[in-house]
């Protein structure tokens, strides 16, 4: 293997292209925080709703009860440990319960408590009676649906009769054979396939069309294509629902062609902020220098979990090695692993199993850390000009809203050039970044 020494000049040129790590998909990004996510991000923002009938009612509940759902799935929402709707869940279910059928587009940031809307309110429409699919879930990716149908299998535990099918790579169907499942949960490419090719189902008789990640779906190739296509063939009084994480023109766009006279809500990210946060810096003289200070303060933090920022992934690897050699327990995140790796990796991470988190800029665009405590920038944020990235550093260290628990943040730095670029960084945010001995970290706690 490569001496260390070598890749230690590797990190001193940052920002070499070598390095670089490949891009990941919108898709998998956004998996990456439905698997790291465990609990709901609460919001201070109002829903706000836009509606072509101003007059119409619009009401909103402050429990489940409110709802009038099957008892069934009211324990399963239970069961689930779900004690009161969400923000957007307030808003969003009357409206979708309602009758006759509304439309609805609704916009909020992921973990919000879309998914658990929409499928609660489908679930609610199903007549499990009668043996044929009656609900279409799309989603982007094979393993977004399978996210979706565990959520949408565990909520309806309950309720023995409503039974699930998934429409993703790898089933199959054989010729001439009917689905009897009331609920399919799918990719746009297969449910296409199996509705307008092979006719495996009526699409005429859906009554619940939910698009799910409309922003991510039309990132993806082909499937705003596909949707379409699917959605033409639907019958007019079926409800249609499409949500998304993000809200710009071209969600919009597409919104507008797969849901008529919709009833809008969006739900505002709250900024991110450093309040509550607690920032240092420790100075070393190299990157050996930086893996002894965060070895002493792995060693002192007792407190929850941490994430290590690496600016290339040879360093993180390294890290990890050195980490791992020394008998701790760490993670390591990187834009090379497969899908399933990560998924693996984060699974792991967010069961406690490692209380470290080793991982590069591209990763952390899909990692929300409201659950970790400490966030340590073994390198800082730089963009491409080498000028310290604030926008990343906030998205590292931040938390969203009043809720967001005290953190502690610990920026390595090795040499005047970065000791620079935290100046900037503190300076663009009026903040103290105050400075800590390596050798006696425990003032932190
Ligand atoms: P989104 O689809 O907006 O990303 P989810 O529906 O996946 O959000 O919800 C995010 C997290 O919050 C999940 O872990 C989910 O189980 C949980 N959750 C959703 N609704 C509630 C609720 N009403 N109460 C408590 N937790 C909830």
Redesign the pocket.
């Known amino acids: 293997s490569t001496s260390s020494s070598e890749k230690i000049n590797v990190s001193k040129n940052e920002g070499a292209g070598e390095t670089e790590e490949p891009e990941i998909s919108a898709a998998e990004l956004s998996l990456m925080k439905?698997i790291l996510?465990?609990?709901?991000?609460k919001s201070t923002n109002d829903v706000e709703v836009q509606r072509n009938d101003p007059n119409s009612p619009l009401y909103s509940v402050k429990s489940f009860e409110e709802l009038n759902l099957n008892p069934n799935l009211l324990k399963g929402v239970y069961a689930?440990?779900?004690?009161?709707?969400?923000k957007?869940?307030e808003t969003a279910l009357p409206t979708l319960l309602a009758d006759p059928p509304q439309n609805m587009i609704a916009q909020?940031q992921?973990?919000?408590?879309?998914?658990?809307?929409f499928v609660l309110a489908s679930l609610s429409r199903v007549d499990s009676s009668k043996s044929f699919p009656q609900v279409i879930i799309l989603s982007p990716t094979y393993e977004l649906a399978l996210q979706t149908g565990s959520?949408a299998k565990q909520m309806a535990k309950y309720c023995d009769d409503i039974k699930f099918r998934f429409a993703v790579r790898g089933e199959e169907i054989s010729k001439g054979e009917k689905i009897t499942e009331q609920v399919i949960v799918g990719t746009p490419g297969k449910v296409m396939d199996w509705a307008l090719r092979y006719r495996f189902f009526d699409i005429q008789k859906i009554r619940v069309f939910v698009l799910d990640e409309a922003d991510v779906m039309i990132a993806t190739q082909g499937h705003h294509d596909q949707s379409i296509r699917v959605h033409k063939q639907l019958s007019k009084d079926c409800q249609m629902m499409l949500?998304s994480?993000t809200y710009d023109q071209e969600v919009m766009d597409f919104a507008e062609i797969i849901v008529s006279n919709p009833v809008i809500i969006r739900l505002r990210k709250e900024e991110e902020s450093l309040d509550n946060i607690k920032q240092f810096y420790v100075v070393c003289k190299n990157m050996d220098e930086k893996f002894s200070a965060l070895s002493n303060i792995y060693g002192v933090i007792s407190i929850g979990q941490a994430i290590v920022f690496c600016h290339t992934r040879r360093t993180a690897s390294w890290l990890s090695e050195k980490l791992t050699k020394e008998g701790h327990a760490v993670a390591l995140l990187s834009g090379d692993l497969q899908v399933d790796q990560r998924l693996a990796v984060l699974n792991r991470f967010r069961d406690g199993k490692e209380k470290v988190l080793i991982t590069t800029n591209v990763c952390a665009r899909g990692i929300d850390i409201d659950q970790v405590t400490v966030v340590v920038n073994f390198d800082l944020p730089i963009d491409q000009a080498g000028r310290a990235d604030c926008e990343t550093y906030l998205h590292r260290i931040g938390r969203t809203g009043r809720f967001g628990k005290v953190g502690l943040a610990i920026n390595m730095v090795d040499g005047p050039r970065t000791l620079a670029l935290l100046k900037q960084i503190a300076d663009h945010f009026g903040r103290n970044i105050l400075k800590l001995d390596a050798e006696d970290v425990d003032e932190i706690e």
Do not use: E, Y
């Not at 996510?37 to 991000?41: A, E, G, N």
């Not at 689930?80 to 969400?86: I, K, L, Q, T, Y």
């Not at 992921?110 to 809307?117: D, E, P, W």
């Open positions: 439905k996510r465990s609990k709901l991000i689930m440990g779900f004690n009161s709707p969400s957007i869940q909020s992921s973990g919000t408590g879309k998914t658990a809307a959520v949500f994480a």
